[in-house]
């Protein structure tokens, strides 16, 4: 089973276990990580699901798309190059152990 290991803006950490498949949002949102919020669902359109993503697995991931790239730049001051919108991080195998830290803002 894939962990991920999510880091609050004051460095409490949560280790979860996620289900294959799964994006990084679902899994914080089942498993009572607040801060990560998912307001949409999933769909690109809200933003409360940004995350950091520890460059030790960025490369693992699908390139950013268009829209993502689009929701990151409008919503977000927060912006950094590890951003990322964790629901459109699905979890494998691979990516047992993938850190990501959640934004100031939405803590
Ligand atoms: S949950 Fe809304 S953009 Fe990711």
């Known amino acids: 089973v894939p962990q991920v290991v999510y880091i609050e803006a004051d460095g409490q950490q949560t280790e979860i276990d996620a289900e294959v498949d799964d994006s990084v949002m679902e899994t914080a949102v089942q498993?009572?990580?607040e801060?990560?919020?998912?307001?949409?669902?999933?769909s690109m359109s809200c933003?409360?699901?940004?995350v950091y993503v520890d460059p030790r697995w960025a490369a693992q991931l699908e390139p950013i798309d268009e829209l993502e790239d689009?929701?990151?730049?409008?919503?977000s001051a927060e912006r950094r190059p590890s951003?990322?919108?964790?629901c459109q991080i699905a979890m494998t195998p691979e990516l047992d152990g993938l850190v990501v830290q959640v934004p100031e803002s939405q803590v």
């Open 31 to 33: 498993n009572g990580v």
């Open 35 to 42: 801060s990560i919020v998912g307001e949409c669902g999933g």
């Open 47 to 50: 933003s409360t699901c940004h």
């Open 70 to 75: 689009e929701m990151l730049e409008g919503t």
């Open 83 to 86: 951003s990322r919108l964790s």
